[in-house]
């Protein structure tokens, strides 16, 4: 009897696995507003698979990515391997009549309003626009605004008398007051601290900010008295004071009407043990109810950078490093607890861990290969050699360094990065990145682009 039941045991493990398995679309019937979708998952590498009648190619793993393309309407699609058929409908939207596109309008006001940031994180952005490469700054709440137009969602915001910004009106709440007259600065002072050069200005009111990465760091206050066009603006010659062009992360805050600036001294690398003492971050990105992205084969996104993470932490305390991780188990970690727990324990690097994937109208066979998203130009460095040594080491394709407005990159403490390894949904790159192999490779190129960075 024990034996009879290992034998049927081993036959349905073997259908299970040759089951025809669709990671996407995950319904048998969707809706797609695009010209062509795809078909990505598993199946029996020794069954040819149809999709309506064309045969699609299959990995050796049994993983697979199939595009095709949509009509209007209803599209009917069965798949077939061997004696089984699975069927999807997907509907793609008729194209609506075009109305034609009304701009928005600005509306100037006759006389300037006064608002407040209503929450800590309000972003200034250069354009009005709620996306994209364009925030200036980030500001606490309580941070006096003067406005003298609105489009749409956004108010303008007047800095000095020649510059304007934009803030979205979810950031802001209506102050009923006069209007502000310049702010007061008084001077700054220069403190002594082992790990940061900081500064404390002293302004009478709280007043909008922005700092600026270059050899020299810049800090300008707006709407301040007797200066030109009502900014002061300090200049710290970063470079030739650290001896270096790297920064290494920055902070500025208020403290009262106090504002404190602290720049990161870069730290004394020991060229034998480069990473010895250097506190890092290490983010696996999603967790617990929110899985990422499916592999071909079925596999999380989340197990998988959980999996890189912890090779990595290994591999960076060998070396040693101080190491942070925002989850070490399959658990939820919000997008803000993850950039506080970098700033908490002060760490010089965040590096985030992630698989990658498309959406319709992409085709997943064409795209492969590693790319690193930063914000900030600081981390911009880091994430070149980093990505050097993950194309040569694991020879992933080099699908480039990118400037991204992801949360977990938008941290000017630290050198912030996120890495997407590979495609979960390319049946060669789910290959690789579901190899506990190549896992523990890639953690050693990381550790090495890191070493890279802080050496060269």
Known sequence: ????????????????????????????????????????????????????????????????????????????????SGDELKTFIINRPAKSMFKGYTAPKLVEYNYKKLFLTSSDNAPLRSTPVNGGINRMSHFEKDIPLTVDAEISDFYRVVLGENKKAWIAKTNVKAFAGYLNSPAVLAGYDSVDDPQYYKFVFHLDKKTPYEMIEGENFVLKFYNVKDCPDNTYEFNFPYTETAGTSKLAGYSGSYEGNDFVLKIRKFPKIDEKH??????????????????????????????????????????????????????????????????????????????????????????????????????????????????????????????????????????????SILIEVAYLINPEDNAMLIDEQFQKRCAKAIADGIEKFLTD
Do not use: W
């Not at 029996?44 to 009648?53: A, F, R, S």
């Not at 960076?316 to 700033?343: F, P, Q």
């Open 274 to 415: 480069p990473l010895k003492n250097i506190t890092i971050t290490l983010d696996p990105g999603h967790g617990g109810n929110e899985s990422g992205a499916t592999g071909c084969c079925g596999h999380k996104e989340k197990d998988i950078n959980l999996a890189i993470a912890k090779f990595l932490r290994a591999e960076l305390h060998k070396r040693g490093a101080k190491v942070v991780m925002t989850r070490s188990e399959d658990r939820y970690t919000g997008l803000r607890e993850r950039v506080d727990i970098a700033n908490e324990n002060d760490s010089m690097f965040l590096i985030s861990i992630h698989g990658n994937s498309v959406g319709d109208g992409a085709d997943p066979n064409k795209h492969r290969g590693t790319s690193i998203y930063f914000y900030y130009n600081q981390a911009k460095l880091l994430a070149a050699n980093i990505l050097i040594e993950m194309n040569k080491q694991l020879e992933t394709r080099n699908d480039n360094i990118r400037r991204g407005s992801l949360a977990l990159v938008r941290n000017t403490n630290t050198l």
């Open 1 to 80: 009897m024990k034996k009879f039941l290992i034998i049927l045991s081993l036959i349905l493990f073997a259908q299970a696995v040759y089951a025809i398995d669709v990671v996407y679309p995950t319904k048998n019937i969707v809706t797609v507003n695009s010209p062509s979708t795809f078909f990505a998952g598993s199946s029996n590498p020794k069954e040819i698979l149809l999709i309506n009648g064309v045969q699609v190619n299959i990995h050796s793993t049994g993983g697979f990515a199939h595009v095709v393309q949509l009509e209007e309407g209803e599209n009917k699609f069965v798949l077939q």
